[in-house]
């Protein structure tokens, strides 16, 4: 399951990504909301989310003690996942309208 959640985090990551390169290179920073060039130069920081989770998780399979169970690791991925695609269907389809 760690697997599984962090591929989709990283998949919705790489999606986004590069649907934000081809946005700004194709419009240039006039045109686009003031914080979407930053971000463009900045975003392969949000790679670190996947492995990051996926050693939390790890560790929490790991230790198994409460806070840290696999079910509130695996909550965590699926709402970092969430957040992963927001951030794709942000770059898609908000900012193109």
Request: charged content about 10%; glycine content about 4%; aromatic content about 16%.
């Amino acid at each position: 399951m760690i697997r599984v959640i962090a591929m989709t985090q990283f998949a919705f990551l790489v999606l986004g990504t590069v649907a934000l390169k081809i946005l700004v290179k194709a419009n240039g920073t006039s045109t686009l909301i003031p914080n979407l060039p930053g971000l463009s130069r900045n975003v392969f920081w949000l790679f670190a989310i996947p492995p990051l989770w996926a050693a939390f998780a790890a560790f929490c399979d790991y230790l198994k003690k409460a806070p840290f169970t696999p079910r509130v690791a695996q909550a965590v991925g699926v709402i970092l996942a969430v957040a992963c695609f927001l951030f794709m269907f942000t770059v898609t389809f908000w900012v193109n309208s």
